[in-house]
């Protein structure tokens, strides 16, 4: 992995391992009820490639531009989070640990659906009343560029 010396790349794998496991359940109970084949990440996220991209993988320093939506798991109809349009965001920077593992599995052009376990979301503190503690997340994510 290439990064340059301002990039502060971690990768959060320093988790509760018992919220994990109650996590990884509940994800894999949901994949097994809405008959998805999903394919697992050392790390417990679990992730559909919904399109092959053509482009170049993002390293774990680079900015990217996407468009995303993000569900709760117990609640997949209606999105807390989505965008319009393109938007940008350091892969080092201050997202959850779940978009920094996954968004690098797909390349530019590609489409990624992130099951992302609470430990690697927003985790025992949630995110106000929007996303409650411990919530396992989904999101959708189209990767266009991806940019050192």
């Given at each position: 992995m290439h990064c340059n010396d301002d990039c502060d790349a971690d990768l959060n794998f320093q988790v509760d391992e018992t919220q994990l496991a109650l996590d990884i359940a509940e994800i894999d109970a949901y994949l097994e009820q809405n008959d998805i084949q999903?394919?697992?990440?050392p790390s417990g996220l679990r992730y559909v490639i919904e399109r092959e991209g053509d482009g170049r993988f993002p390293e774990s320093c680079d900015e990217v531009v996407v468009t995303y939506e993000g569900f709760l798991l117990t609640n997949d109809d209606d999105p807390f989070d989505f965008t319009a349009n393109f938007t940008s965001f350091n892969l080092d920077g201050g997202l959850?640990?779940?978009?920094?593992?996954?968004?690098?599995l797909i390349n530019?052009?590609?489409?990624i659906r992130l099951f992302i376990?609470?430990?690697?979301?927003?985790?025992?503190a949630g995110n106000g009343a929007v996303i409650p503690p411990n919530s396992n997340?989904?999101?959708?994510?189209?990767?266009?560029?991806?940019?050192r």
């Open positions: 999903a394919m697992e990440h959850i640990s779940g978009w920094k593992i996954g968004v690098p530019e052009g590609g489409r376990p609470s430990v690697y979301g927003y985790g025992e997340l989904i999101f959708t994510v189209t990767l266009f560029d991806a940019r």
